[in-house]
């Protein structure tokens, strides 16, 4: 009886699903489809629409992202900034034929349209593709239409949460633009929740934050992020076509953002793409510049995970 006990423990291992087997599961609750690590969440990607009172309306990004004890590493909606979101990707400016029609940043002019979402688990691997619309003007026309790629995967000393977002223009003309100042930020970026001992670094050594944008490498290191005093890195992938212009990077009361296309705006004609590829990673414990980088080279060769319902 024992023996056969034992075979058919055997049995269900190889054949229970990998997502129960890794603990791995995700969920669509409350307007956002979350992912969950032995019952701990680890993220939610936000679906539907949210505001503050009907203020700063938005969809799109992540939060919570949490450490490995789930204590939440981003902010939404905070009092400073309250168009600030978590892990988002968005511009000041966007121009059709010259002319502004909206400002993403401030969530002004503009909503996005989440569709289309599918999600995989597979083994330590969890996967989420979403299509967005970026509708604007009174009859809400889509003019920019977006592909959104996340994969997670778990180590035992840190977790890494990748991204690829394409963006593929609707009409002849589109212009997308950081802010019209001298700083230009703007692209993907992390509204992190910053402690007290706030430190950056790449693979040179430290980096100084600054008003204005900061040259550093394609990996950055920031310290003291949340409850835990957590490190987290932040990684930019050069085949990005959204080539890095430069690092806003902030001590106090704001997002950290590799620039991209900064002041001046970017053009796109109907059907041309432009792609940012990038990643965070939350560690459990003091990571050091040799780690760093081979985990960055690891980004560099990731082939990435096929999504199928």
Same mark, same amino acid.
């Given at each position: 009886m024992g023996y056969m006990f034992k075979i058919l423990v055997v049995c269900l291992l190889f054949i229970l699903p990998a997502a129960f087997q890794s603990g791995l599961q995700f969920k669509e609750e409350d307007g956002r489809v979350s992912l969950y690590q032995d019952d701990q969440l680890v993220f939610s990607y936000q679906t539907e629409t949210v505001s503050k009172d009907g203020q700063y309306p938005r969809a799109n990004y992540v939060h919570p992202l949490n450490d490995f004890s789930g204590k939440p590493i981003t902010e939404d909606f905070p009092e400073d900034h309250l168009h600030h979101r978590g892990i988002f990707w968005t511009w000041h400016q966007l121009y059709l034929d010259g002319q502004s029609l909206s400002d993403p940043w401030i969530c002004e002019g503009i909503s996005w349209d989440v569709h289309d979402l599918q999600y995989r688990v597979q083994g330590k691997k969890a996967a989420l593709n979403a299509s967005v619309d970026w509708l604007v003007g009174a009859d809400k026309q889509a003019l920019i239409k977006e592909k959104v790629q996340m994969e997670y995967q778990n180590h035992s000393d840190y977790y890494q949460l990748d991204f690829r977002i394409t963006l593929q223009s609707q009409r002849d003309h589109v212009e997308l633009g950081g802010s019209d100042d001298n700083k230009g930020y703007g692209g993907f970026s992390a509204r992190l929740a910053l402690g007290e001992d706030v430190a950056f670094s790449d693979a040179t050594g430290i980096v100084t934050a600054d008003n204005e944008q900061v040259e550093a490498g394609n990996w950055l290191l920031v310290e003291d992020i949340g409850e835990n005093q957590t490190q987290v890195a932040i990684?930019?992938?050069?085949?990005?076509?959204?080539?890095?212009?430069?690092?806003?990077?902030?001590?106090?009361?704001?997002?950290?953002?590799?620039?991209?296309?900064?002041?001046?705006?970017?053009?796109? $004609?109907?059907? /041309?793409?432009?792609?940012?590829?990038?990643?965070?990673?939350?560690?459990?414990?003091? +990571? !050091?510049? $040799?780690?760093? /980088?081979?985990?960055?080279?690891?980004?560099?060769?990731?082939?990435?995970?096929?999504? +199928? !319902?």
């Open positions: 990684l930019y992938h050069p085949e990005s076509t959204a080539d890095l212009q430069g690092w806003i990077l902030r001590e106090r009361n704001s997002m950290q953002n590799p620039v991209w296309p900064g002041r001046e705006r970017a053009v796109l $004609n109907e059907g /041309e793409e432009v792609s940012i590829i990038a990643s965070l990673v939350v560690f459990s414990d003091e +990571v !050091n510049k $040799n780690q760093l /980088e081979k985990i960055y080279k690891g980004f560099l060769g990731k082939k990435w995970l096929s999504v +199928v !319902n």
